[in-house]
């Protein structure tokens, strides 16, 4: 896709996960959230259906050429795997549900495999971040928006995003490795896609992730990542790819802002 292209999709993708953010922060302030599992047993509510509704309908709107892969479904006559939005209506839906605000809509556009945009909104923490190929990585916060950057590594210190949710065995492990290298960690435990959003703007290093993620919980973060001038690669250094498939999952993998420091070197026992 053209810079020029890229550039006209992104303020009205913009608006429409601003729409979508909305009712999902009108749902989060009401009295009662009801909320159903899924057959993976993961929860769903009625914040995720609605926004799925507002973020497929605007972003027809906005381009029905392209097809859309959401967590809560898709179109399978649009199957296209050149071109295509790869959406999360409500990333952090426990977080969602136990209120602590650390949830996001997530949008990315996928193209050849690869995130050139990714839109990550927390309306109830008001902090938004987007990011593109080739023009760079913003944080919106009212309405000032600034240019973001992720931090050149340390050697002596080390600033680590992990899960608010839980903490794994496999977040302790690494954690320890980190210690074992550079001393002094710091943990910051945080919900949904800001992990990732935490990085592009170097309030974190690293995330790592040693567990089972879908593509439409990373897509997006990666994209804000990448355009800041971070990484999101597996454990063999490759960047994350997406495909248009509802059931594919992510490799385990680890989001960095220093992409010149060595980070394989420290899963190399795992």
Avoid at 163 to 173: A, F, L, N, P
Wanted: glycine content about 8%; some cysteine; overall charge negative.
């Amino acid at each position: 896709m053209k810079e020029s292209q890229l550039v006209e999709l992104i303020d009205g993708a913009l608006e429409v996960a601003d729409s979508a953010s909305q009712k999902v922060l009108e749902i989060y302030h009401s009295e009662d959230v009801k909320f159903e599992s899924k057959q993976d047993g993961s929860p769903v509510t009625e914040a995720d259906i609605a926004s799925h509704q507002i973020l497929n309908t605007g972003l027809v709107k906005l381009n029905n050429h392209i097809p859309i892969l959401s967590e809560e479904g898709n179109d399978d006559a649009k199957q296209d795997e050149s071109l295509f939005w790869l959406i999360d209506p409500l990333d952090g839906t426990k977080e969602f549900i136990n209120k602590n605000g650390e949830f996001t809509v997530n949008i990315a556009l996928i193209e050849q495999g690869a995130p050139i945009l990714g839109i990550v909104f927390s309306p109830a923490v008001e902090e938004n971040f987007y990011g593109a190929i080739n023009i760079g990585a913003f944080k919106i916060k009212g309405t000032e928006r600034t240019n973001i950057l992720p931090n050149k590594q340390k050697e002596d210190e080390c600033l680590v995003t992990l899960s608010k949710s839980h903490k794994s065995k496999e977040d302790e492990w690494f954690i320890d490795e980190c210690k074992k290298r550079f001393g002094v960690v710091h943990e910051i435990p945080t919900g949904s896609s800001l992990k990732l959003c935490k990085v592009a703007e170097g309030k974190a290093d690293i995330y790592s992730r040693l567990g089972p993620t879908y593509q439409w919980d990373i897509a997006a973060g990666q994209a804000v990542v990448e355009s800041a001038g971070g990484v999101v690669n597996d454990l063999s250094g490759n960047p994350l790819s997406y495909k248009f498939d509802p059931e594919l999952k992510n490799p385990h993998f680890y989001c960095a802002g220093d992409k010149e420091f060595l980070w394989l070197e420290l899963f190399k026992e795992n």
